[in-house]
C-alpha cells in the first residue's frame, strides 16, 4: 500500500534551518509529483510547493521562492523539502503529499521555531 | 491565484443530520476539486476528487457535486466519526489553494 512516512518533529531557534524528509513505498516514486503542504496550530492548509522526482524540476509558492529549496533522492524513494532563515512564523506541521490531488499524505512533521 | 472560500466555516450537527458545506472559487477550475477531511492531530484525508468522484474506501453518505466555480460537500446521515474539518482544494493551477475550512461539530 501507498506510504509516505516523514521525519520526525524538530525545535529550531530564529535563523535557523529545517530540513523534512518523505519517504515513499508502495508505488513508482518517480511517477507521481511530491507536494510540501503546512499548516500553522490552529490555522488552514498551505500549499509550499512540488518537486518532480523523476526530473528533479521544482515549483515554489512565490512566498517560499527564496527560503525553500526541494530536493529527492530517487535511491532512497525520498524527497526533501529545506526552509531557511526561519522565523516563529514558521512554526507548523509540514505535511509531504502524492500528487496534485492529494491523495496521499505523510503523517505531518512539527517545526517548532 | 486562485482564492477558494468555503461556508459555514462552522456548523453544529446531530447524528444522522443531512449536512452540506459550501465551496466557490474565485475563477472557473472545470472539475479540478478535491475534498478533504481532517481530525485533530491527523493528516488530511482525501474524500473526493474531481468535484464528484469518491475515493476508494470512502463511505457512500459521502457526495460531492458542482462544476466551474461553484460545489458542495454532503454528508447524509452523519456519523459520530464524521466530525472533522473539512477542506476543498483546488488543482486547476498553481499555487494549490485550500478553502479556510468547515469545522462540523456535535451539537
Known amino acids: 500500500q501507498v506510504q509516505l512516512v516523514q521525519s520526525g518533529a524538530e525545535v529550531k531557534k530564529p535563523g535557523a534551518s529545517i530540513k523534512v524528509s518523505c519517504k515513499a513505498s508502495?508505488?513508482?516514486?518517480?511517477?507521481?509529483?511530491i507536494h510540501w503542504v503546512r499548516q500553522a496550530p490552529g490555522q488552514g492548509l498551505e500549499w509550499v510547493g512540488w518537486?518532480?522526482?523523476?526530473?528533479?524540476?521544482?515549483k515554489y509558492a512565490q512566498k517560499f521562492q527564496d527560503r525553500v529549496t526541494m530536493t529527492r533522492d530517487t535511491s532512497v524513494n525520498s524527497a526533501y523539502m529545506e526552509l531557511n532563515r526561519l522565523t516563529s512564523d514558521d512554526t507548523a506541521v509540514y505535511y509531504c503529499?502524492?500528487?496534485?490531488?492529494?491523495?496521499?499524505w505523510g503523517q505531518g512533521t512539527l517545526v517548532t521555531v | 491565484d486562485i482564492q477558494m472560500t468555503q461556508s459555514p466555516s462552522s456548523l453544529s450537527a446531530s447524528v444522522g443530520d443531512r449536512v452540506t458545506i459550501a465551496c466557490r472559487a474565485s475563477?472557473?477550475?472545470?472539475?479540478?476539486l478535491v475534498w478533504l477531511q481532517q481530525k485533530p492531530g491527523k493528516a488530511p484525508k482525501s474524500l473526493i476528487f474531481?468535484?464528484?468522484n469518491l475515493q476508494s474506501g470512502v463511505p457512500s453518505r459521502f457526495s460531492g457535486s458542482g462544476s466551474g466555480t461553484d460545489f458542495t460537500l454532503t454528508i447524509s446521515n452523519l456519523q459520530p466519526e464524521d466530525f472533522a474539518t473539512y477542506y476543498c482544494?483546488?488543482?486547476?493551477?498553481?499555487?494549490?489553494?485550500f478553502g479556510g475550512g468547515t469545522k462540523v461539530e456535535m451539537k
Open positions: 503529499s502524492r500528487g496534485s490531488q492529494s491523495k496521499f
Open positions: 508502495g508505488y513508482s516514486f518517480t511517477d507521481h509529483y
Open positions: 518537486i518532480n522526482p523523476d526530473s528533479g524540476d521544482t
Open positions: 475563477q472557473g477550475i472545470s472539475n479540478y
Open positions: 474531481g468535484a464528484s
Open positions: 482544494q483546488q488543482h486547476k493551477t498553481y499555487p494549490l489553494t
